[in-house]
């Protein structure tokens, strides 16, 4: 069965968890933080989010983001798989 469709509008707030398989680390040094948060910034500059909050963490990290214009869709999708 697949899961219903997310409810998406101009203004809306997401939140996006990421956790590494079998809950191991995402993060492993801090270089990744780093290029984490430079992706971050080129996926916030192409598909148009907001981010109010980030708390990149060895696993799992959260991030709240604030949907403003973009395609529909796409900014919570690729904010989701930043770190894979």
């Known amino acids: ?3 219903p469709l997310r409810i ?3 203004g809306a707030f997401y939140h996006v968890l990421a956790r590494g398989n079998e809950r191991r680390p995402i993060f492993r040094d801090p270089d990744d933080y780093v290029h984490f948060l430079a992706l971050l910034g080129v996926a916030c500059q192409r ?3 907001e ?3 980030c708390a990149p ?3 799992p990290h959260h991030l709240r983001f604030m949907r403003c214009g973009g ?3 796409t900014a919570s999708q690729r904010l989701a798989t930043i770190s894979r």
């Open 8 to 10: 998406q509008f101009e």
């Open 51 to 53: 981010v109010w909050s």
């Open 71 to 73: 395609k529909d869709g």
């Open 47 to 49: 598909f148009g989010p």
């Open 57 to 59: 963490a060895p696993s």
């Open 1 to 3: 069965m697949s899961r």
